[in-house]
């Protein structure tokens, strides 16, 4: 018998160095979401008008809708492997906090897609016309709703990790739950860039992060064991 | 006292027999009250001072849209206490209300269309409450889907069990944020009458309505309830009796 | 009975919509019949394959 006793904090920051470090290596796979919203908001601009001020007003738009579904792109692969390798059982059968754990991997999935996505957002937001005072507003919205975006999306994919890759199933589960993260967002964005204040979109996407970040735990154990089965 | 009364509910043969007996006892009542709606709201109440005889698509989308909502609460309320007691009479229940819910959900989106036409000028406003219904019907769709696409009965119960309750404590919210969101456009007024307030020649048809369609839904649970059970049971002997009583004659 | 069933001018809205909720509300009841009755059938089956099988 191990004589070691590892504690929460050490299985789950092992746990995240270990999918980071398999992410990286499968760079490709884990650039796609990034590469997508990057796509994504470039192609807005090219299918309207390029002055830019028309660009300022579908900006919030264009962010907020890339922003979801390059989070939706990355969730397919966050269960499905290790489900099928067997490491999502021994993680469930280890003793230590499974809801603790499968959160410890969903920080993994927001890492690599909502981390990334909020550092270039600048970036495409000025592409998109957005001034620069509106930037600390954008990204603190960015910074919640996907946040927000990769707990939902987490029980989306927990509970469609056993069926046969099928992303449309996937999307539409998580696109009703993630409406009100897209609309508080897409608000947030806009008063950003109008200059004004922000303050009450933005709560209300910390409330529905904080929401999602006490509800999520639970679905995700309850899904994640069910598909074990 | 209420946990014995509880546990005999949740008990299949015991449910099987009750589900058969009452059906009838929702189903009749529903149909005379839906008469009684129909009469009193096609021809009896006056027509509106804004929206002349229009606005007696009410009669039938207040309905739809409330019977969207209450079998959604009842679906995510069933699959919990299923989760939760690992009952298999809730997960029939649950499973019984998703075709309902999903196709009332699609009348009252399609009536709250045919209605906003003449009112608002167009067929499609992305008014809040418009908006939320088709929200809810991916809801549906999605656990439709779900179900669907899991093979293991016992499975798809479990897991559309978690999405359902994950749905209704998002339905407020989503219904919320659309309002909010919806309020910033100024979007024209939902749905105005004329008067004030409803009076009672109109208030009254639209109750029977409710009342109609709620006792429909009941009666219709309980009859799909019963075939659900048939196919998650497998202990043989209460079946037997069922299903030889129904062969002779008294379904 | 001329001035009922044009509903004021607003004919081609109302009643469209009386009759969606009438068809919705028959088919709903023909499916649940319907499954119920597939059902019954099923489990018949399980029964008599039970039956056979001891």
Known sequence: MNQERVGFAGAAGALIARDLHLALRRSGDTLQPLGFFLVVTTLFPLALDPQLSLLRDIAPAALWVGALLSSLLALDLLFREDAQDGALEQLALCGLPFQGLLLAKTVVHWLLTGLPLVLIAPLAATALGAPYGAMPGILAALLLGTIALSLIGAVGAGLTMSLKRNGSLLALLVLPLA????IFGARATALAIAGEPLAAPLYLLAAIAVLSATLAPWALAAAVRIGLE | MAWVWFHRFGS??????????????????AALLCLGGLIGGLALAPPDYQQGDGFRIIYVHAPAAWLSLMVYVVMASAAAVGLIWRMTVAYAVAASCAVIGASFTAVALATGMLWGRPMWG?????????????????????????R????DTGRADRASAVLAIVGVVNVPIIHYSVIWWNSLHQAPSVMKFGQPTMPAAMLVPLLLMLAG?????????????????????????WMAEALDGAAAGKR | MLKFLQMGGYARYVWPCYALTAAVVGLNIHWARRSLRAAQREARRRLAALRAAS
Do not use: K, Q
């Open chain 2, 213 to 237: 369609f709620s006792a429909y839904f009941v009666a219709l649970l309980l009859t799909r309830a019963r075939g659900e059970l048939l196919r998650r049971e497998r202990n043989a002997r």
């Open chain 2, 148 to 151: 669907n696409a899991i093979d």
């Open chain 1, 179 to 182: 409406v009100p993260v897209l």
């Open chain 2, 12 to 29: 299949p043969p015991h449910f099987y027999r009750l589900a058969t007996r009452l059906a009838p006892w929702f189903g009749w009542p």
């Open chain 2, 122 to 146: 167009t067929y499609w406003e992305w008014d809040p409450r418009l908006t939320s219904e088709l929200l809810l019907l991916f809801l549906y769709l999605g656990y439709m889907g779900l």
